[in-house]
T-cell receptor, first 115, second 114 residues
Framework: DSGVTQTPKHLITATGQRVTLRCSPRSGDLSVYWYQQSLDQGLQFLIQYYNGEERAKGNILERFSAQQFPDLHSELNLSSLELGDSALYFC??????????????FGPGTRLTVL | GDSVTQMEGPVTLSEEAFLTINCTYTATGYPSLFWYVQYPGEGLQLLLKATKADDKGSNKGFEATYRKETTSFHLEKGSVQVSDSAVYFCALTYSGGSNYKLTFGKGTLLTVNP
């Protein structure tokens, strides 16, 4: 158990809908990262937050947004969902601004299926 | 941009066989390199890492050496077990600055049969 929790574990929804994925980092970790894992694109970095502020952006679509709250949990919002958004979404956390010595701890993921 | 290429699986081995999973990278700077493992139904776990050229990372019998001249970080294990069955990801990142994201390879599924 990494200490990172993600809810829900599974989510099935229809095209055009909006969903929210939730992540609680390890106790004391300030950085949260979101990754998308799909069959065709593999594992891709979406976005990073550090202590409530956006720190880095990757291949995140404009239909997607995220935030980190004062209690450090984070939410990833996906809107106007398309079939291609079906994927496993991982959250990871690390203690400080992650560098080499600050390992990223991954949650179990949320599997999103868009029908 | 940065990228990681690893051998595509699936790889199927018998217990006690020797394992090699190839990984090469393209990077603009001097990255640190990682191997992550994903067991069925779980998130990713860091398996080993190397922060500079010629470093060898090792853990649980797995090893990988950071080869700058060949831009490679191949994963090896001398004798695999059934419990090693998982998906293995090679990844890179940088220290310092704001490039903290992990760039992953596509993953290699390893199945070890008894």
């Amino acid at each position: 158990d990494s200490g990172v929790t993600q809810t829900p574990k599974h989510l099935i929804t229809a095209t055009g809908q909006r969903v929210t994925l939730r992540c609680s980092p390890r106790s004391g970790d300030l950085s949260v990262y979101w990754y998308q894992q799909s069959l065709d694109q593999g594992l891709q970095f979406l976005i990073q937050y550090y202590n409530g502020e956006e720190r880095a952006k990757g291949n995140i679509l404009e239909r997607f947004s995220a935030q980190q709250f004062p209690d450090l949990h984070s939410e990833l919002n996906l809107s106007s969902l398309e079939l291609g958004d079906s994927a496993l979404y991982f959250c990871a956390s690390s203690g400080l601004l992650a560098g080499v010595d600050n390992e990223q701890f991954f949650g179990p993921g949320t599997r999103l299926t868009v029908l | 941009g940065d990228s990681v290429t690893q051998m595509e699986g699936p790889v199927t081995l018998s217990e006690e066989a020797f394992l090699t999973i190839n990984c090469t990278y393209t990077a603009t700077g001097y990255p640190s390199l990682f191997w992550y493992v994903q067991y069925p139904g779980e998130g990713l776990q860091l398996l080993l890492k190397a922060t500079k050229a010629d470093d060898k990372g090792s853990n649980k019998g797995f090893e990988a050496t950071y080869r700058k001249e060949t831009t490679s970080f191949h994963l090896e294990k001398g004798s695999v077990q059934v419990s090693d069955s998982a998906v293995y990801f090679c990844a890179l990142t940088y220290s310092g600055g704001s490039n903290y994201k992990l760039t992953f390879g596509k993953g290699t599924l390893l199945t070890v049969n008894p």
